[in-house]
């Protein structure tokens, strides 16, 4: 009951929220379209609740992020000496190709390196 209330009475950008919260947990995981409806109504409402709530709410279109994975593409296309061919396939300068491999080496060096010293801290048992 009370998502038929929030669907029809909520604002529509939080019922567009939870409609495709309901539609991505569907897509992800096998569960019931109820429960996918009941959990992309709780993700709305605590948006609405807790963390947006009062707010004017801007999304941005995410070019950095979605450079970031485009990036990702590249850096696993190498190969450690196609730097030619993949300025090519995916025309951009091979000056680009260089700083992509080196930035995403980094990330990735980061990354794992990250997790050598996390239980430094933590009392031995």
């Known amino acids: 009951m009370l998502e038929n209330t929030f669907r029809s009475k909520g604002p529509e950008l939080l019922v567009e929220l939870a409609e495709h919260t309901a539609q991505t947990v569907r897509q992800i995981i096998d569960v019931d379209p109820a ?24 999304f941005p279109m995410g070019l950095i992020w979605k450079v ?10 190498f190969n450690g000496h196609n730097h030619h061919a993949l300025a090519r396939k995916y025309k951009v300068s091979l000056q680009w190709i260089y700083s992509v491999v080196q930035r995403v080496k980094k990330e990735e060096l980061a990354r794992i390196q990250g997790t050598l010293f996390e239980d430094e801290d933590k009392p031995s048992q």
């Open 35 to 58: 429960v996918a409806s009941q959990i992309g109504d709780a993700v709305a409402s605590q948006m609405m609740a807790v963390v947006w709530g009062g707010q004017n709410v801007y």
């Open 68 to 77: 970031s994975q485009h990036d990702r593409e590249i850096f696993a296309d």
